[in-house]
Structures are given as C-alpha cells and as structure tokens.
C-alpha cells in the first residue's frame, strides 16, 4: 500500500459526473456545488440522479451486449431515500428489501411488490405477512427454520410465498472480512449439503412454492474469479435439484461487484455478465441481480466545510478538521475505507498539496476520514466534496454526539434540488420522555 494516493485530477479524469470548472469550481452533474453548500448548508449529500441512470443502463447494456436477460433488483439498503428509488424504477429497476421498513419504502417509491425480492438473515413473522399481504415477488429464505415458520405464516394467510433459497457456496470473495458472506462459518446463506434436503422440504410444505436459488458472497468484490466460483457451484446445485425432479426457475446472483475508490481495478459490468453467462448461461433459469453499490456508490458526494486546521509539529501532518464526522459517513471508521477528497474551489484543486490528516469532530479517535492525505493548504469556511459516498453512506449516518442528519439534494442535467431538510435540532430528542419521579424544568 505505498501507492501514491490519485490527486485530484486523476480522481476526477475517471468520474464523467465531476468536472472541475475554472470559475464555478466543482460540478456534479453540471451542477456548481457551491451554489448548493452556500444554499443549504455542510454536511450536505448530493445524490446524482444521471449516474443513477447511465449506471443503471451500463450495468443493463452489459447483460444485453453477453446475450443475457437478467431483473435488476436494487438492493436498497445501499441507498434508501425516496428519489434514488424514484430514479431506479423508473430506470426499469426492481428492488431487494432487508427488512419490512425498506419493503414499505419501496412501494411507497411505486416499487412493484412483484419485483421486490425480500433478503436478510432474520425476517419476523411481522415482515413476512406484510411482505406476503403486499404480493411480494420473492422471499429468499436463509434457513430450515426460517422456511418452516414462513410456511405457516402464509398458510395463516392463505397465501403462497415464492421462495428461492440462499446458499452459502463457501467461496472467499477476497474482500474485507466485514463485508463477505459466502463463507462456510458466515451467517448468511445455507449449508451447501443441506440445500438439497431443504429444497424438497420446501417442496413439500404448504404454503411454499420453491422456484430457485441464490447467493450473494459479499460487496466491494474486485475479481470476476470469486463469483465464476460461486455461479459454477450455484450451477452444479441447479443439475443436482433437478435431477431429483426438483423444478428451478430462477438463480438470483447476488450483488457485490466493486467500485473503484481509490485505484483500484474494478472489474466492468461485461466480466460479471460473462461470469454468469459461461456458469449460468445455459440451465433456461430466470436470472437476476442484486447491485447496491456499484449502482449508488458513485452517484454520490459530501459536501463538508473545514472547521479548522490543527497544525501539528514539524514532521507530523497538521489535522484538518471537517463539520462532517463518522457519524455522517460511517465508511472510513468502520473499514478503513478510502474515499476521495476535493475541494470545490478551482483555485484550490491547482495548489500544492500537503499530508493531512482529515477528521470529524466526534469524540472518537477512530473519526478519520484520511491519514497523512496530500491535499492542497486549505482555511475554515473551505468546503470539499467527499467522493464515492452514494452507498452506504446517509443511510448508516446516526445522531451520534447529538449531530442531526444532514441536508440532502438532487442533481440531474444541470438542475438541483433539496430532498431531505436538515433535521432540526430539537428534533434529536422528539420521542424521548421522562420518568414521573423526575423533576422537569
Ligand atoms: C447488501 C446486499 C446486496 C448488495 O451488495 P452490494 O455490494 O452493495 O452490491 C445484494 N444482495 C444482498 C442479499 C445483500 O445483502
């Protein structure tokens, strides 16, 4: 990892959405993004809607392009708010839900039921009913015991839950423990040996229709290798079920593809497509796929200002702080994750740079955005956009140290607008009561 770190420059030659203009500084979708943090104020997330889009149709264009009809189903968790959704189906997209409150989101988004598929390691009976009440597409069952009791909540309803059951194909997808899956020991997914058991259990049960299987081994995957592996063995279980009568529909291929951050070498859209074609191509299954990442992740920016800079001495890089923290974007603190930092002025983005380290104000010492960042010499009032935080970043930030959620816009074409106020403060304890035995003011 002695890699120099991109400037910003390379950073910004391989994000068509950024452009650094000489009078209006940073651009997201032609947009000025000053014009948005003078308006409403850092931290402030700008989501991109034309990514979303040219993404989306990327993405499609690939399976196109390697002969392959293959359901988009958004995993939403990456990024929930109501107009990413918006933009998502309109753009032909399906959607796949984690928990009964991301269901909801999505049909209120105008998400078809029929095209949501409903994941995640621990669904209650509450979800399941909802999920089932709504006509959900497809459930993706996780256990034996999760099986068994959704086949007695839809015999209470007196509904059919199309299940498609999730493997653990015990596949290392190579990438940061946090976030892999598909190991045997991992909580997600079903033993491999037990699949086939469990299959014609479900086969069996009332109230369950089996229509096929899937995985999702991790995110942020950067080789085509580990999903070949995954789909080869995904495949092999496909022949095993049907050469004893079971019917396979469908194989739903999980997200995880990776983005590249940094300099990494992401694989495109086409090595997925031709992963899947060469394992899956030829079983006449139904396909799908799950991206949240890869889909959001570069659709969206931070914008936050400098509060200080803290020099340090000689020898040490001097610490610039921001008005975003870990509880805004949770990324860096929790994996280590790097993201790009620019600033929005023209003239700053030509400066020398010098190491710094780049914090929040939150009383963690794990609140760092960057170690030792060469960076341009920046003052209190500067605002940079943090790069690449479309996924997985407003929808893990908490109120941690009583910061209030952050303001959020839209960009598309040259045209921006609000999409979330920024929570007000009293708003923070909304909710909270206290006892009869104490005294209020
Ligand atoms: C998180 C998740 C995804 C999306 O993963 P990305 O790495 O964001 O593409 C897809 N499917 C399931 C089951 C998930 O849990």
């Not at 651009?27 to 402030?44: K, N, Q, S, Y």
């Not at 060469?278 to 396909?287: A, F, H, I, S, Y």
């Not at 790097?338 to 609140?367: F, K, M, N, Y």
Request: net charge negative; proline share 7%; aromatic share 6%.
């Amino acid at each position: 990892m002695t890699r120099p770190d991109p400037d910003t420059l390379s950073l910004l030659a391989s994000r068509p959405s950024l452009r650094m203009d000489v009078q209006d500084g940073l651009l997201f979708e032609d947009v000025p993004l000053h014009l948005i943090a003078e308006r409403l104020g850092t931290p402030c997330w700008i989501t991109g809607a034309g990514t979303l889009r040219r993404r989306t149709r990327n993405l499609h264009h690939a399976f196109v392009q390697a002969g392959l009809d293959v359901a988009l189903h958004y995993a939403m968790k990456a990024n929930d708010h109501l107009a990413t959704l918006t933009v998502l189906r309109e753009e032909g997209c399906g959607a796949d839900v984690v928990s009964g409150g991301e269901f909801l989101r999505a049909v209120h988004a105008g998400i078809d039921p029929a095209h949501i598929v409903f994941s995640g390691v621990g669904k209650t009976n509450a979800e399941l009913t909802l999920a089932l009440r709504h006509g959900i597409g497809q459930i993706n069952i996780e256990s034996v015991e999760e099986l068994r009791r959704l086949s007695s909540v839809a015999q209470h309803l007196d509904l059919t839950a199309r299940v498609v059951l999730r493997v653990n194909p015990d596949i290392d997808a190579g990438t940061h423990d946090k976030i892999s899956t598909g190991r045997a020991g991992d909580k997600f997914g079903i033993d491999w040996e037990r699949v086939p058991a469990i299959y014609a259990e479900a086969a069996a049960l009332p109230g369950i229709e089996p229509i096929g299987l899937a995985t999702h081994i991790g995110s942020q995957i950067l080789s085509p290798a580990p999903f070949k592996a995954a789909y080869a063995r995904v495949a092999e279980m496909v022949r095993t079920l049907r050469a004893q009568g079971l019917s396979v529909e469908t194989v739903d291929c999980g997200g995880g593809l990776g983005i590249r951050y940094r300099d990494e070498l992401a694989p495109p859209p086409s090595a997925l497509a031709g992963a899947i074609r060469e394992t899956l191509g030829d079983l006449d299954v139904r396909l799908a796929i799950e991206p949240g990442r890869w889909l959001a992740a570069p659709a969206g920016v931070l914008l936050t200002s400098v509060i200080d800079t803290k020099h340090q001495p000689e020898g040490v890089p001097n610490f610039l702080i921001l008005d975003a923290a870990m509880n805004d974007l949770a990324r860096p603190s929790l994996y280590g994750s790097w993201h790009g930092i620019v600033p929005l002025s023209p003239e700053r983005a030509h400066a020398d740079l010098v190491p710094q380290t780049v914090v929040g104000p939150v009383c963690e010492s794990s609140d760092v955005f960057a170690t030792a960042r060469p960076l341009p010499a920046l003052q209190p009032g500067d605002v940079v956009a943090i790069l690449d935080s479309g996924a997985y970043g407003a929808v893990m930030s908490s109120t941690y140290n009583s910061r209030p959620f952050a303001a959020q816009a839209m960009v598309e074409n040259g045209q921006w607008q609000q999409i979330r106020a920024r929570q007000p403060v009293d708003a923070l304890w909304t909710g909270e009561m206290l006892p009869d035995w104490l005294e209020t003011q």
